[in-house]
């Protein structure tokens, strides 16, 4: 079942690799059919999820490299569960929204599925080897995304994106070989890349867990990307094409975030532990410079772009703070910024589609003639920066509460984040959408389509669900996010 | 078990006070293209006299509970649980709720009513009844929740149905950032109110009033912690209520259409902080250094509100620096803990000072008509082109003559009660200097205001032209100015203090709710047997504020060349009124240009730019002159550099594993 979920858009890759160049539309519906599908398989994992256990489920297991102790092994809990269903839900808006690139359509879709899976087998894998591959496998397709389908500099930006992610997961190699040389199967003896033996294993050294935690983290930080490491990001997505942007804002991005949950942390619990003050500062930093950073950008995508440390140094607060709160606040944020801010590069797309630029300059009086796409900026936008009612309000509060019980001095330091974000979405959104339109070319542009629509209302419904009924989520991850603690130190 | 059964049977009807503009707003909403411009208000309108209905039936519910168990409360469902933190959609209606949402919903009513001829024609008409709708839903889910969190929701939601009304008008840029500015400020106190929730519930592990009050009833007096949230709190409210120092937003919030100021910006949500501190009475009872703070920082606002009111020349922009001062007012009520006299301010302020606006609205209205028919080009707020209107507004101005007598302090009005309550309890408390502020403010008062009637209705038309002149409203909006009128005459006779005769069951009926609190702050009666004390210093204020009134009619009707002189005869300090103190410039000077500038050219093109991305592409660079030749240096091929830096990178890295 899962397999199938995690393969299906590689499948769906290689039909369209068979199918002919000078069909487009023939090659979009295909990917959009693959994408929507592995959505739909998703639905019944709902139904059939146990919100009990923690232990992994729709779990399968079997060798791989046996003389190696690496397996295929996947299966998903309480917060994986939620980052497949993120993954799946984004993937067929990104291919509508995509519906507009012309160059090389086959490639296009081909890498975009090609990077679903592996994506989604980042999120679902519980061998370390096949957690490295998927990782590493991700790079290339976001990279020809960036590179080939961006913009003016993106050779620059694809090359950039990749050295630093390439930087950070050479080291967390060493690291995963490191732990493979020290293991040792609890049931065989036998040195095992398994993640879940690994688990039950005991812990490295202190000195050894610093050593460790800090490769991973690094290879994570840079995918978070957290201050000091986040130059990186508004390059690619100022070039990465508006597909690329959301996917890389809405998945890739937690990879890093998860890659601290799933592994950083509960291998080595007392090196995490040790680390809080670091990383927790490293995130308020990385708060309130992105929002600083964000409120004086000229480029609508740009400014999103450093809006996403901000946000993404809320998670990492939250996950750090090391309680309940903190961590369900965290993930949850985890899938409200997939979800915000994957809309609000619709929407800059949108608007770069119409007038191909995005400088906040070029615009003002949109309101006027673009009604409903004003108004669906303000609800993304509002959800963006916190709105109780809205998704993203929940996850800041669970993240500041939790911090607050780590530190207070943490939580009155990120809370400012939460005034520059309306600093820096209001002032945009007045620049852009109010005043009268000043400019010609601005006079006539067209409202959404009905094709903008699809891709954007799917992410307004969620904004509201999310925003209104956050249980539905939160008690699917309740379980995993208990036993999580339970492995860390007190 | 009668009344139990009964208590059960009506809670259940609570969710529908804010469910009416909900679905109000809802529809408007989504049928935006295809509804008629009439069908809109009148289906507003609607929503809100089924919230107003409902609201009634509520309070007679409680009436009819004995004194001290009036509470109805209804939870939807739980909104959020996450390890020991647990938060429902849950209302809650005790007396003063009741209250609120009365006040809320009646007001709201009639305001939507007389938008309806406000609005007339306007393009966006539609829109203004969802939002304004929206507003209704959101504040009564502040006034009805039963939790600091929901609360909070109603709190933000009314902030942002603020911003989008006051920037209503977008097209003018000048009106779509005071909208920025009024949730920008409100988002600085709403820092302080979430970090007031957080240590909260970190305090009593419990976000939910009952909770948290019977929890905080076991602390000492004078407790840091419960200091720190009341303040914190207050922060908020300082925000919300439009208070020193964060007052800034209210006045430039006039921007937007009249009835939203009545509405929002003066009998409702502004006065939200007022109605936290009064919920949280048994939190700031106990800390007394809360309480000294709230009542000082009312004081102070409702004065220096007070001195730039005086030499304001746009209609609305008095009338704001009024609001701005009348709710300091009500904080001083509270923060000597007479929160029932706060309330019943907050009260009575709602009837007179919507009439206020709403007749400026009918005034401007008026002119602004007039000017376009005689093709002149001028502002039809600027009192400075009115006069003499009392001939051509009769409704309007009869209407007006009372609220503004009722906001200063006549007896026998409801202004008069209720602010008479407040600076007797200043009084009776002992904080005489805070007393004497706030008499001052109240001769300024009845100047300002008086002053404001006489340059709008009375002398001569001073923009006359031809025979034409402005008109009256449409009934649709007379008739609301007309109910709030009467109103503001008998709002107060719910409160007559005892020593004139009253029972003062207003007070009475918010017993139940502050009675902790009061007998905390060991005030619970003091007010109540001042006997003639008492009644020489209502004398006394009275007596001020008719001195004001003929200040005024001396300076504006018999010498109409006075106010110049002593304008300029106060020369530096009358520029420096005029100008608001120039906190806004200061604000400006002092944070908001020097952030932008230091994340602009700092944070990003230095710091960024220059320092993080240099280091990575000068790493790289320095890779590459070591590992190639020199020919191949200057490439400028970024993947060189890039590959070279990831060479480097990694012996690095193996230098330090190995």
Known sequence: MLSWIIFLPLIGAGIILLLPKDNPRLIRTVALAAALADFLLCLPLYAGFDATTAAPQFEQRFAWIASLGASYHVGIDGISFWLVLLTTFLGPLCLLGSWGIQKRVKEYHFSFLFLQTGMLGVFCSLDLVLFYVFWEVMLVPMYLLIGVWGGSNRIYAAVKFFLYTMVGSLLMLVAIIWIYLHSADPATGLRTFDLLAIYQSAKPAFQAQMWLFAAFALAFAIKVPMFPFHTWLPDAHVEAPTAGSVILAGVLLKMGTYGFLRFAMPLFPDAAQAFVPVISVLAIIGIIYGALVSMVQPDMKKLVAYSSVSHLGFVMLGLFALNAQGVSGGIYQMLNHGVSTGALFFLVGVIYDRRHTRRIADFGGLAKVMPIYTTVFLIVALSSLGLPGLNGFVGEFLILLGAWRANPVYAIFAATGVILAAVYLLWMISRVFYGKVDKEENEKLPDLTLREKLTLYPLVVMIFVMGIFPQFFLSKMETSVRVFLESMPR | ?658
């Open chain 2, 1 to 658: 078990m009668e009344h139990e059964a009964a208590t059960a049977a009506h809670s259940s009807l609570l969710w529908l006070i804010p469910a009416f503009p909900f679905l109000g707003m809802l529809i408007n909403g989504l049928m935006r293209r295809r509804m008629p411009e009439k069908a809109a208000g009148i289906l507003a309108s609607a929503a809100m006299l089924g919230a107003f209905l409902v609201s009634l039936l509520v309070f007679l519910d409680l009436r009819a509970l004995p004194h001290h168990g009036r509470a109805l409360t209804q939870t939807i469902y739980t909104w959020f649980a996450v390890g020991d933190f647990h938060v429902d959609v849950s209302f809650l209606a005790d007396p003063l709720s009741a209250v609120m949402i009365l006040v809320v919903s009646g007001v709201g009513f009639l305001i939507h009513v007389y938008s309806i001829g406000y609005m007339k024609g306007d393009p966006g008409a539609v829109r203004y009844f969802t939002y304004l709708n929206l507003f209704a839903f959101f504040m009564l889910t502040l006034v009805l929740a039963d939790n600091y969190l929901l609360m909070f929701v109603g709190w933000e939601g009314v902030g942002l149905c603020s911003y989008l009304l006051i920037g209503f008008w977008y097209t003018d840029y000048e009106k779509a950032l005071a909208g920025n500015k009024a949730f920008i400020v409100n988002r600085i106190g709403d820092f302080g109110f979430i970090l007031g929730i957080l240590l909260m519930f970190a305090t009593f592990g419990s976000v939910e009033y009952g909770t948290v009050f019977d929890r905080a009833a076991g602390f000492p007096y004078g407790s840091a912690v419960i200091t720190a949230i009341t303040l914190l709190l207050f922060l908020g409210a300082t925000g919300k209520s439009a208070q020193l120092p964060l007052y800034v937003w209210l006045p430039d919030a006039m921007a937007g259409p009249t009835p939203v100021s009545a509405l929002i910006h003066a009998a409702t949500m502004v006065t939200a902080g007022v109605y936290m501190v009064a919920r949280s009475n048994l939190l700031y009872s106990l800390a007394p250094v809360s309480l000294t703070v709230v009542a000082a920082v009312g004081a102070f606002t409702a004065l220096f509100a007070a001195t730039i009111g005086l030499t304001q020349f746009d209609i609305k922009k008095v009338l704001a620096y009024s609001t701005v001062s009348q709710l300091g007012y009500m904080f001083l009520g509270c923060g000597v803990a007479a929160f029932g006299a706060g309330i019943f301010h907050l009260m009575t302020h709602a009837f007179f000072k919507a009439l206020l606006f709403l007749g400026s609205g009918s005034v401007i209205h008026a002119m602004d008509h007039y000017f376009h028919h005689a093709g002149i080009k001028s502002n039809a707020q600027d009192m400075r082109y009115m006069g003499g209107l009392r001939k051509h507004l009769p409704s309007t101005y009869w209407t007006m003559l009372v609220g503004c007598l009722a906001i200063a302090g006549i007896p026998g009005l409801s202004g008069f009660f209720s602010k008479d309550e407040i600076l007797w309890k200043t009084f009776a408390s002992g904080n005489y200097g805070l007393w004497i502020i706030a008499v001052i403010t109240s001769g300024l008062t009845a100047f300002y205001m008086f002053r404001l009637l006489y340059m709008t209705f009375h002398g001569d038309f001073r923009s006359a032209k031809g025979h034409d002149h402005p008109h009256e409203s449409p009934r649709v909006m007379t008739v609301p100015l007309m109910i709030l009128a009467g109103l503001s005459v008998v709002g107060g006779w719910v409160g007559i203090p005892h020593v004139l005769g009253g029972g003062n069951q207003f007070e009475m009926w918010l017993e139940p709710v502050f009675e902790r609190g009061q007998e905390i702050a060991a005030l619970a009666h003091a007010g109540e047997h001042g006997g003639a004390t008492e009644l020489l210093t209502m004398l006394f204020v009275t007596l001020v504020g008719l001195s004001g009134i003929g200040l005024a009619y001396l300076f504006y009707l018999r010498q109409p060349k006075l106010p110049e002189k002593v304008a300029a005869g106060a020369g530096p300090l009358y520029g420096l009124v005029y100008n608001k103190y120039y906190v806004d410039e200061i604000y400006d000077a002092g944070v908001v240009q020097p952030l932008k500038a230091t994340s602009n050219h700092f944070l990003w093109r230095f710091f960024d730019v220059k320092i993080v991305d240099g280091l990575v592409n000068g790493t790289a660079r320095v890779m590459t002159e070591f590992g190639t030749g020199v020919r191949k240096i200057q490439t400028g091929q970024v993947q060189n550099y890039a590959l070279a830096f990831a060479v480097g990178v990694v012996v690095i890295i193996l230098a330090f594993v190995l």
